[in-house]
């Protein structure tokens, strides 16, 4: 994997408000398969890509960020290991990974996690962040909330961009508020809930989302 970034904010940010980050990474697997002939290796070799640009707005610590992917397997349509997996946004019920999971190369909010696929796939997102609120007094000094933070964002996906039998176009809305609590002032959790709603023309499927980070 190969990767780049050059991030930054101004004080009092939650998030990152201005920079680059890109990341070019394999993405193929190679499976062993058996029948009543014998058994046999099979290679699927693929690559994919993301490119995120940010910048920061006139509204104190807001910044708007266009999150590009794409990329390619090898291999037979019908082969599940020649398709990348799209759906979701990806938390945990209790978490100790990434709190913005909608941002990763194969969530896609607003349907059901893996619901989408395809051999190639592009997709682009804007994503905005919203100036976090941050309280003076919210609970007691051995378990307060910090600061709350709200992002609203849009995407499109595209997939088996090279066969029109098979290409399909979804694009979605949603956003996720997060709620970050400081416990005996060390451990620092995070409550998240999320909202999308995905379409293919029409509406195709909504999704909620409620997610706890402990670690």
């Known amino acids: ?46 690559a994919a890509a993301t490119l995120d640009l940010g910048t920061p707005l006139p509204i104190r610590n807001s910044s708007l960020w266009l999150r590009t992917a794409a990329g390619a397997i090898s291999g037979a349509r019908d082969q599940p290991f020649a398709n990348f997996y799209f759906g979701g946004f990806g938390n945990n019920w209790v978490d100790r990974g990434e709190v913005k999971r909608y941002r990763e190369l194969q969530s896609f909010p607003g349907t059901e996690i893996d619901a989408l696929n395809g051999t190639n796939f592009g997709r682009v997102m804007l994503d905005w962040n919203l100036p976090p609120l941050r309280f003076e007094r919210l609970g007691t000094p051995a378990f307060y909330g910090a600061w709350a933070r709200l992002s609203i964002f849009g995407s499109a996906l595209g997939t088996n961009l090279d066969d029109a039998g098979t290409r399909d176009r979804v694009s979605n809305v949603g956003a996720q508020a997060d709620l970050r609590f400081q416990f005996l002032t060390q451990q620092a959790l995070t409550f998240s809930v999320g909202y999308a709603r995905s379409y293919r023309g029409r509406l195709l499927d909504e999704e909620w989302m409620a997610s706890l980070k402990v670690l």
């Open 1 to 46: 994997m190969l990767d780049d970034k050059k991030l930054s904010s101004s004080i009092g940010a939650a998030d990152y408000q201005k920079g680059y980050e890109w990341r070019l990474q394999s993405a193929g697997t190679v499976v062993r398969f058996e029948d009543a002939g014998g058994d046999w290796w099979e290679a699927f070799p693929g």
